[in-house]
């Protein structure tokens, strides 16, 4: 672990605090920081690392301090799961040019997920998700992806990285990812033929509308993802200040939703915030909706430490159903009011309540229907 300190700037911790210090119910006084050597990472369960690259959005003026804005506001919340251990190894140091950013940040990530910790990543524009998607390449990990976005970002014309980089991630090689979930797309940013293609190749793409219509839908898919890409212009402007691409969108309270789900997830390992830029923010309330975002994937994981495996029958109520001439079974968990669907290949998925009640009625639900359709 020590010659990760190569790619890492340590955290400044008097630069993060505008008073008299940290209180003793705050997250400042129960994260492992990175100040002036490393922390010990063994029995840690979310490492925190910065980014300020922002050179795949056109920004070439130096480094974003946009993930010490974040963490500005995450320490100074109160520290309720005391049960989840966390560390903050500093920013990845920028390279002289954005794919040595890239490489860096790679490197990194990859370490950690080797040491299998969860990382979430903060701040530089969302193209860093390439270098998210690059560690599970590097530790030879096939995935699933998620990203969080009103924009799908396969703009092939764009001279920005940020609006297109999906179209490396999902048709380079390898290809590690197995399937790809996109949620809170915006109709009017997308080409009709684009989410046409998408659905060619069977990868589920949930419109804004349909997200806020049943929120809960969207925690079986993010249950299933390992790599999760949140960008910040997913958010309102209202809510979201920093967000100047959409004046409609997600709510900040709908946003900490989905990062509790993720948070929830046991499949989930890497979670990346992109896209903030603190020159168009006000009072840092991104900054803060950010922090809250993190303070409910911390809520998550804490809740998800009490989830049985799905071997330990007797803590799920069993349901047998059929549809379609198909017998089935769902699970129940007794602890988290979570299900799960078996297929006929007999391995079970993340399903919603939604998918059972389709199924009792003798509906095949679609999830079931797509899961079979991708093999």
Same mark, same amino acid.
């Given at each position: 672990?020590?010659?990760?300190?190569?790619?890492?700037?340590?955290?400044?911790?008097?630069?993060?605090?505008?008073?008299?210090?940290?209180?003793?119910?705050?997250?400042?006084?129960?994260?492992?920081?990175?100040?002036?050597?490393?922390?010990?990472?063994?029995?840690?369960?979310?490492?925190?690392?910065?980014?300020?690259?922002?050179?795949?959005?056109?920004?070439?003026?130096?480094?974003?301090?946009?993930?010490?804005?974040?963490?500005?506001?995450?320490?100074?919340?109160?520290?309720?799961?005391?049960?989840?251990?966390?560390?903050?190894?500093?920013?990845?140091?920028?390279?002289?040019?954005?794919?040595?950013?890239?490489?860096?940040?790679?490197?990194?990530?990859?370490?950690?997920?080797?040491?299998?910790?969860?990382?979430?990543?903060? !701040?530089? =524009?969302?193209?860093?998700?390439?270098?998210?998607?690059?560690? #599970?390449?590097? +530790?030879?990990? /096939?995935? %699933?992806? &998620?990203?969080?976005?009103?924009?799908?970002?396969?703009?092939?014309?764009?001279?920005?990285?940020?609006?297109?980089?999906?179209?490396?991630?999902?048709?380079?090689?390898?290809?590690?990812?197995?399937?790809?979930?996109?949620?809170?797309?915006?109709?009017?940013?997308?080409?009709?033929?684009?989410?046409?293609?998408?659905?060619?190749?069977?990868?589920?793409?949930?419109?804004?509308?349909?997200?806020?219509?049943?929120?809960?839908?969207?925690?079986?898919?993010?249950?299933?993802?390992?790599?999760?890409?949140?960008?910040?212009?997913?958010?309102?402007?209202?809510?979201?200040?920093?967000?100047?691409?959409?004046?409609?969108?997600?709510?900040?309270?709908?946003?900490?939703?989905?990062?509790?789900?993720? !948070?929830? =997830?046991?499949?989930?390992?890497?979670?990346?915030?992109?896209? #903030?830029?603190? +020159?168009?923010? /006000?009072? %840092?309330? &991104?900054?803060?909706?950010?922090?809250?975002?993190?303070?409910?994937?911390?809520?998550?994981?804490?809740?998800?430490?009490?989830?049985?495996?799905?071997?330990?029958?007797?803590?799920?109520?069993?349901?047998?159903?059929?549809?379609?001439?198909?017998?089935?079974?769902?699970?129940?968990?007794?602890?988290?009011?979570?299900?799960?669907?078996?297929?006929?290949?007999?391995?079970?998925?993340?399903?919603?309540?939604?998918?059972?009640?389709?199924?009792?009625?003798?509906?095949?639900?679609?999830?079931?229907?797509?899961?079979?359709?991708?093999?």
């Amino acid at each position: 672990m020590l010659d990760l300190i190569d790619f890492l700037h340590p955290v400044t911790m008097h630069e993060l605090n505008d008073d008299n210090g940290f209180t003793d119910g705050q997250f400042a006084k129960h994260i492992a920081v990175y100040e002036t050597e490393l922390p010990d990472l063994e029995e840690i369960d979310i490492v925190l690392v910065g980014s300020g690259e922002m050179r795949g959005s056109g920004i070439f003026i130096g480094e974003s301090n946009a993930a010490d804005l974040v963490r500005k506001q995450l320490y100074q919340l109160h520290y309720w799961h005391t049960d989840i251990k966390i560390a903050d190894i500093g920013n990845v140091k920028a390279g002289a040019s954005l794919n040595d950013s890239y490489a860096a940040i790679k490197t990194v990530l990859a370490e950690l997920l080797r040491m299998k910790k969860t990382i979430v990543i903060l !701040g530089g =524009s969302q193209d860093i998700t390439l270098a998210q998607y690059a560690a #599970y390449i590097e +530790n030879n990990q /096939v995935i %699933e992806a &998620t990203c969080i976005d009103a924009m799908i970002d396969l703009r092939g014309e764009s001279h920005y990285r940020t609006e297109n980089f999906l179209l490396e991630m999902l048709t380079g090689e390898p290809n590690m990812v197995k399937h790809y979930n996109h949620i809170g797309f915006q109709s009017y940013f997308i080409h009709p033929r684009m989410l046409e293609t998408m659905d060619k190749l069977r990868f589920d793409c949930y419109r804004v509308g349909i997200v806020k219509e049943d929120i809960e839908e969207m925690e079986p898919v993010i249950r299933n993802t390992q790599l999760l890409s949140f960008d910040i212009n997913a958010i309102k402007n209202s809510d979201a200040p920093a967000s100047v691409h959409c004046p409609n969108g997600l709510t900040g309270e709908e946003a900490c939703t989905l990062t509790r789900f993720a !948070g929830m =997830s046991s499949n989930l390992s890497s979670f990346g915030i992109y896209g #903030y830029n603190p +020159n168009h923010d /006000v009072h %840092e309330l &991104t900054a803060k909706q950010i922090a809250q975002m993190l303070w409910y994937f911390i809520d998550g994981k804490n809740r998800s430490k009490y989830e049985s495996a799905l071997e330990e029958r007797n803590n799920f109520n069993e349901y047998h159903t059929a549809f379609a001439e198909v017998d089935t079974v769902f699970l129940q968990s007794k602890r988290t009011q979570r299900w799960w669907m078996q297929m006929p290949d007999k391995k079970f998925i993340s399903c919603s309540y939604n998918d059972y009640v389709h199924a009792s009625r003798n509906n095949i639900p679609e999830r079931w229907l797509r899961t079979q359709e991708r093999g």
